[in-house]
T-cell receptor, first 115, second 112 residues
Framework: AQKVTQAQTEISVVEKEDVTLDCVYETRDTTYYLFWYKQPPSGELVFLIRRNSFDEQNEISGRYSWNFQKSTSSFNFTITASQVVDSAVYFC????????????FGAGTRLFVKA | NAGVTQTPKFQVLKTGQSMTLQCAQD?????MYWYRQDPGMGLRLIYYSASEGTTDKGEVPNGYNVSRLNKREFSLRLESAAPSQTSVYFC???????????FGSGTQLSVL
């Protein structure tokens, strides 16, 4: 069975602080993809990053970085020097190639960035 | 290109009423999905269709039915709405296994 766990329900930080959002996943598949999506207060879902199960390289995109570790089944997301515009709900998701490319989401982490 | 279009955007039902949420895509994607979003629960998969002519249950299928009418359209039906089905519903599509989901703008459904 597939499962995605985001243990942090809400995080509150002050602007310019660094913050890490945790994601732990479970799957029996050897081939799978992990994703992060952002949902700002407007409600739409915005794709942030995709990582396949064979690529454990960390990735940095501006103030965003992602740390994928298969040994701990984790795919954590760090925002450096947070800004008020980063306030949103962030979802981690897992897609595997069995069962018709079913994509399962974690419960989400709501991030509040205060000025 | 419209992408993924969901109708209606808002709906209020009384307990026991039925309705169908419509989803249409113009991206020629094979796979389509219905999710519901509830506070603290994330997005939970209701039903999905890997390709035209196939549908499968997701995590929370009870109380719902779906129809993959053709490659473009995937509808979600509530036969007898219950207050527990009050939620925001998202339709999504997927080109391939290694691709991101494309989401509609959501339907806010309230069942009184």
């Amino acid at each position: 069975a597939q499962k995605v766990t985001q243990a942090q329900t809400e995080i509150s930080v002050v602007e310019k602080e660094d913050v890490t959002l945790d994601c732990v996943y479970e799957t029996r598949d050897t081939t799978y993809y992990l994703f992060w999506y952002k949902q700002p207060p407007s409600g739409e879902l915005v794709f942030l990053i995709r990582r396949n199960s064979f690529d454990e390289q960390n990735e940095i995109s501006g103030r965003y970085s992602w740390n994928f570790q298969k040994s701990t089944s984790s795919f954590n997301f760090t925002i450096t020097a947070s800004q008020v515009v980063d306030s949103a709900v962030y979802f981690c998701a897992l897609t595997s190639n069995t069962g018709g490319f079913k994509t399962i989401f974690g419960a989400g982490t709501r991030l509040f960035v205060k000025a | 290109n419209a992408g993924v279009t969901q109708t209606p955007k808002f709906q209020v039902l009384k307990t026991g009423q039925s309705m169908t949420l419509q989803c249409a895509q113009d991206m020629n994607h094979n796979s389509m999905y219905w999710y519901r979003q509830d506070p603290g629960m994330g997005l939970r998969l209701i039903y999905y269709s890997a390709s035209e002519g196939t549908t499968d249950k997701g995590e929370v299928p009870n109380g719902y039915n779906v129809s993959r009418l053709n490659k473009r359209e995937f509808s979600l039906r509530l036969e007898s709405a219950a207050p527990s089905q009050t939620s925001v519903y998202f339709c999504a599509t997927l080109l391939g296994f290694n691709e991101k989901l494309f989401f509609g703008s959501g339907t806010q459904l309230s069942v009184l």
